[in-house]
């Protein structure tokens, strides 16, 4: 859907087009509506606005509050692109913090959101571990998926901020 095309669509197909997580997301947004792309990028929106004030709070990345913020953005991804176990969500914080162009998408809202994110996430996915290690049941895995592919690169090219 070109309301999902992205600058990096290539290189994103290139490295990930192989992925059973690429062909899923691909299969999705293919038949997303516009209302349904708007809240997408709504529910996105969301989610980052909610780590940044948790951020600007002084809360914990770790605390109860982060993991859960970090655990609605591992489920927008689960809901609307591909399966997004904790593992992959751990993969895709450390692409937040290594590639510029997402740290940019991150700490171009607030100085530090990047790190404190992929923090979040870790500390989510370390949970879901610590659970599955005391029997408590954890999210299905998706296999041996790369962290990532179309749907990572939601955050836009640098510049202006355009939602999702």
């Given at each position: 859907m070109s309301d999902f095309e992205s600058p990096y669509e290539k290189e994103a197909e290139e490295r990930w087009g192989h992925t059973d997580a690429w062909k899923e997301s691909r299969r999705?947004?293919?038949?997303?509506?516009?209302?349904?792309?708007?809240?997408?990028?709504?529910?996105?929106?969301?989610?980052?606005?909610?780590?940044?004030g948790l951020m600007d709070d002084g809360a914990a990345a770790d605390g109860e509050e982060a993991r859960a913020a970090a655990e609605r953005a591992r489920l927008h991804i689960d809901r609307w692109y591909y399966p997004c176990p904790p593992e992959m969500?751990?993969?895709?914080?450390?692409?937040?913090?290594?590639?510029?162009?997402?740290?940019?998408?991150?700490?171009?809202?607030?100085?530090?959101?990047?790190?404190?994110?992929a923090a979040a996430i870790r500390a989510n996915a370390a949970e879901a571990t610590a659970g599955l290690e005391a029997g408590?049941?954890?999210a299905p895995s998706a296999g041996t998926v790369p962290a990532a592919g179309r749907p990572f690169f939601i955050p836009p090219a640098p510049g202006p901020r355009r939602g999702c």
């Open positions: 999705r947004t293919a038949s997303y509506t516009p209302e349904q792309v708007r809240e997408i990028r709504a529910e996105l929106e969301d989610i980052e606005a909610a780590l940044a969500h751990v993969g895709l914080a450390e692409m937040y913090v290594a590639d510029p162009r997402f740290r940019a998408h991150y700490d171009d809202r607030r100085a530090g959101l990047a790190d404190y994110v408590r049941e954890a």
